[in-house]
């Protein structure tokens, strides 16, 4: 990589919602590594505090994304955008017959209302040598039981970036498939079943790990520095697609 490309994010404005964990919180780590200058929104509030005590300088907001009312307020306090990055998480489980209404709802509303509405605030925004990137899961891309919501949800948010890399241009506009990660997304599964489910994806991947924020995170910095790439859904999952 030549030094150009690695400066090329140094005083740009990276926006970050979803930005106080797991994926998110990587992004925001690199980005003000890389010298930017990091905006972080996110639900949780001590959770943004914690952040803010990790990653030096970066400025925070409170957002949800399923409210317009409030992804407005958080744009609203924000004048220039290089880079926005929506990677808010959410998965709805259970069979098809069991999976909560709720649940669907939530995670239609997370995973497709939320990014929806975290451009239509910001898209304005954005220089038009600026770029989004969308966060989606890798179920939808390849089936797996009992996560049928979840997967509608992942396929809408591909389609919905590579819609908007036609409507937004010349900003462009990516959007990042990340396979098993290990974040707090999964803290709801009990340990020991959470590392078994670790342990057969693994066996089950090319590259034989799963993977760490980190991981998608070099992505998708890759691709806010990548000035002839729009309209991408790049795979980050250690090949377990294929």
């Not at 990653?55 to 306090?77: K, L, N, P, R």
């Not at 098809?96 to 497709?112: G, M, N």
């Not at 910001?122 to 919501?149: C, F, N, Q």
């Amino acid at each position: 990589m030549s030094s150009s490309s690695l400066t090329i994010l140094s005083g740009s404005r990276v926006v970050v919602v979803g930005g106080s964990s797991g994926i998110g919180r990587a992004v925001a780590r690199e980005a003000a590594a890389a010298g930017a200058q990091v905006v972080v929104g996110s639900r949780s509030a001590a959770k943004l505090a914690d952040t803010a005590r990790e990653i030096e300088g970066i400025t925070t907001g409170v957002v949800d994304v399923t409210d317009e009312q409030s992804v407005s307020a958080f744009f609203a306090g924000i004048d220039t955008i290089d880079h926005l990055v929506v990677c808010p998480g959410d998965m709805a489980t259970g069979s098809v017959y069991d999976v909560s209404l709720e649940a669907v709802r939530r995670s239609l509303e997370t995973k497709i209302v939320g990014p929806l509405l975290c451009v239509r605030h910001a898209g304005r925004k954005i220089a038009e040598t600026g770029s989004i990137v969308l966060l989606a899961g890798a179920a939808g891309y390849k089936p797996y039981s009992d996560l049928s919501a979840t997967a509608a949800a992942n396929v809408g948010i591909g389609g919905l970036g590579r819609s908007l890399a036609l409507e937004l241009a010349p900003v462009r506009v990516n959007v990042v498939v990340a396979g098993l990660i290990d974040t707090p997304l999964w803290d709801f599964v009990p340990a020991e079943a959470r590392a078994a489910i670790f342990e057969q994806t693994a066996a089950a991947t090319p590259l034989r790990r799963i993977g760490q924020p980190e991981d998608v995170a070099q992505t998708v910095l890759h691709l806010l520095r990548s000035s002839f790439t729009t309209g991408v859904l790049s795979h980050v999952d250690g090949g377990a697609v294929l």
